[in-house]
């Protein structure tokens, strides 16, 4: 059995960027919270900015848990191995989608249903 070090150093490196604009984000947002101004306008435009910047928190931490997800699932010894139909996925594929759940042809089926 392989732990695939490598994408999970990759996986590793992504999640700490990931934090970190996380933070970043929930720092902008609380400044926002604090202080909105008094002209209208540029309320409005601090209110865009913060309806932005939640949309991107939510984006980052749905990534960053999925990132998460993954490097548990190789910690316990399921990755790389299909949700759906339990067969190995091919070492190519999880190199270019670390996070894939699925088999090359699982998601080809998915997709087809989902379109
Ligand atoms: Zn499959």
Same mark, same amino acid.
């Given at each position: 059995?392989?732990?695939?070090?490598?994408?999970?150093?990759? =996986?590793? =490196?992504?999640?700490?960027?990931?934090?970190?604009? =996380?933070?970043?984000?929930?720092?902008?947002?609380?400044?926002?919270?604090?202080?909105?101004?008094?002209?209208?306008?540029?309320?409005?435009?601090?209110?865009?900015?913060?309806?932005? =910047?939640?949309?991107?928190?939510?984006?980052?931490?749905?990534?960053?848990?999925? *990132?998460?997800?993954? *490097?548990?699932?190789?910690?316990?010894?399921?990755?790389?191995?299909?949700?759906?139909?339990?067969?190995?996925?091919?070492?190519?594929?999880?190199?270019? *989608?670390?996070?894939?759940?699925?088999?090359?042809?699982?998601?080809?089926?998915?997709?087809?249903?989902?379109?």
């Amino acid at each position: 059995m392989t732990n695939y070090p490598e994408i999970r150093a990759q =996986l590793e =490196l992504e999640a700490q960027t990931l934090r970190s604009r =996380l933070q970043k984000i929930t720092g902008d947002l609380r400044q926002e919270d604090g202080a909105l101004s008094a002209d209208f306008e540029e309320q409005a435009v601090e209110l865009e900015n913060s309806e932005v =910047l939640s949309a991107l928190e939510d984006q980052t931490h749905r990534k960053l848990k999925q *990132i998460e997800h993954t *490097i548990e699932r190789i910690e316990n010894g399921n990755y790389g191995v299909c949700n759906s139909c339990g067969d190995d996925i091919a070492l190519k594929r999880l190199t270019a *989608i670390p996070y894939t759940t699925l088999c090359l042809s699982c998601a080809e089926e998915a997709e087809k249903s989902n379109a």
